[in-house]
């Protein structure tokens, strides 16, 4: 009689997707945890915001941290069970353990830099704040829904886009040299959420192909569809958020270009026309120093060839 | 017009945004050693995603290296694109920057995933004016 199979142990040696292993090798060597970035270097930056200034750092932290609470629990254990491979299950474990490193680096922020009461009255504001509760229960409705592929759709919206209203407060800091280390910190945390947004993606537009043409026009209507639901959520949160300081018009361009990006990390084209998408430069130059780059290397003098920064790599095949 | 010569995983973001060049183009191979032994012999821009992720050695894809190791393919690249994404920070594009130092050819334009229509513009008068000055 034969036995029947109930599982089989990953083979790791047998790889059928080469992304699987590039992402989880990728992901692996990126690993890192809060405590290595000094954040502690930046309490006297703390204390030179004023006190409207702090709560609104430790909302926007709140709110994040909620989402990577969502993500790390809910939405990456929802694409499990539509895993294509047994390493993208591997790789689905990884990034629901990074969703709660970056969950607790919030934390670890808060009791470097705040008192134990603010600290509890921001945890407070993100379970009464309407359009944070709203946010969760869009994307928690999707995560909970039988759609595999409007699973992937909101767990890459979440990934590249919904992050992003919070994300411009340390890089709006940043750009002032204020809390440069939680920057460095949270440099880190959009670095993992770019290869996440990738990968969820990049699955999705495999299972998006196979799918007939019918669904597959539903379901991009479908995208488009929760994306203006969810921007107009987070239009009216980023308002709440940032109107006090004067920067709900800038922020909406940063959520606008990221928009953008999540709808090609989906393979979709993107939605928000270039003139509503001119971040900030600042901004965009504390995200990366390479982003905003209006060089153009036809003007100015004879040979102003524009040449690479960087030192030649010492990869011994590169010999050249 | 200069042709286009790319590399794309297989998720394919640089190959779908080449094909809005609508210019002629040739993909290096996935494969390692087919990548060796391709070769290209029309003067050609190279457009290279980054898939290094802070680690500067294995920023170009090995493809690219093991297609740019022979001489008579790298002597035909007048300028280079490079697609990434932002997030990456300090090495965003950072495939680019490499290539066009080894190569000392002008770095044209870095370039978001699949990128938008405006970038697609840009990078158009950007490779006409290129053309124009060789
Ligand atoms: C594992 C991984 C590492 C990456 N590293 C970088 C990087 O260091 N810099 C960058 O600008 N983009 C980086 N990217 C983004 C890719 O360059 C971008 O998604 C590109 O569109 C991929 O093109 P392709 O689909 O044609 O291969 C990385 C993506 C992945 C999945
Ligand atoms: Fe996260
Ligand atoms: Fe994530």
Redesign the pocket.
């Known amino acids: 009689m034969n036995t029947r199979l109930i599982s089989r142990p990953v083979n790791w040696n047998k790889i059928e997707d080469p992304v699987d292993l590039?992402?989880w090798n990728?992901l692996t060597q990126n690993f890192w945890l809060p405590e290595k970035v000094p954040v502690s270097n930046d309490i006297q930056s703390w204390e030179t915001l004023r006190p409207h200034e702090q709560k609104l750092t430790m909302h926007v932290f709140t709110g994040l941290t909620m989402l990577d609470t969502i993500q790390g629990t809910v939405g990456a254990m929802s694409l499990m069970p539509d895993a294509r491979t047994q390493h993208e299950e591997a790789v689905i474990t990884n990034i629901a353990f990074m969703e709660s490193v970056h969950a607790k680096s919030y934390s670890s922020v808060f009791s470097t830099l705040c008192l134990t009461s603010d600290i509890d009255e921001a945890f407070r504001w993100s379970e009464d704040n309407p359009n944070l509760q709203k946010k969760a229960e869009i994307v928690l409705n999707y995560y909970h829904g039988t759609d595999p592929l409007k699973r992937k759709v909101a767990s890459t919206l979440l990934e590249s886009f919904l992050f992003y209203s919070g994300f411009y407060l340390p890089m709006y800091w940043s750009s002032r040299a204020k809390l440069t280390n939680t920057a460095d910190l949270i440099r880190l945390i959009i670095r993992d959420e770019?290869?996440h947004g990738?990968?969820i993606g990049y699955k999705f537009q495999l299972a998006y192909n196979e799918a007939d043409p019918k669904v597959q026009e539903e379901i991009k209507q479908y995208t488009y569809d929760l994306l203006l639901e969810l921007y107009e959520n987070e239009i009216k949160y980023t308002a709440d958020l940032y109107d006090e300081m004067g920067l709900t018009a800038d922020v909406k361009k940063f959520l606008h270009y990221n928009a953008n990006k999540a709808l090609m990390n989906l393979g979709f084209d993107p939605l928000f026309p270039k003139d509503e998408c001119e971040v900030n430069p600042a901004i965009l130059a504390a995200l990366s120093p390479n982003a905003d780059e209006n060089h153009d290397f036809f003007s100015g003098s004879g040979s102003s060839y524009v040449i690479g920064k960087h030192e030649s790599t010492t990869d011994d095949d590169w010999d050249f | 017009m200069y042709d286009v010569v790319y590399f794309?995983?297989v998720?394919?973001?640089?190959?779908r945004l080449v094909e809005k060049l609508g210019l002629k183009s040739v993909r290096i191979p996935l494969k390692s050693d087919e990548a060796e032994r391709f070769t290209y012999d029309h003067d050609s821009v190279l457009v290279v995603?980054?898939?290094?992720?802070?680690e500067e050695k294995t920023?170009v894809p090995k493809q690219v290296i093991k297609f740019l190791n022979n001489p008579e393919n790298r002597k035909h690249i007048k300028g280079v694109v490079a697609?990434?994404?932002t997030n990456?920070g300090e090495?965003?594009?950072?495939a680019g920057d490499i290539v066009a130092k080894k190569l000392g050819v002008p770095l044209l334009q870095r370039i978001e995933?699949l990128g938008t229509p405006e970038d697609i513009e840009q990078l158009k008068e950007r490779l006409n004016k290129l053309w124009e000055l060789q």
């Not at chain 2, 998720?11 to 190959?15: F, Q, W």
């Not at chain 2, 090495?91 to 950072?94: A, T």
């Open positions: 590039d992402v990728r770019a290869i990738y990968y | 794309s995983s998720s394919e973001n640089t190959k995603p980054t898939y290094g992720s802070g920023s697609t990434g994404n990456f090495s965003y594009g950072l995933i």
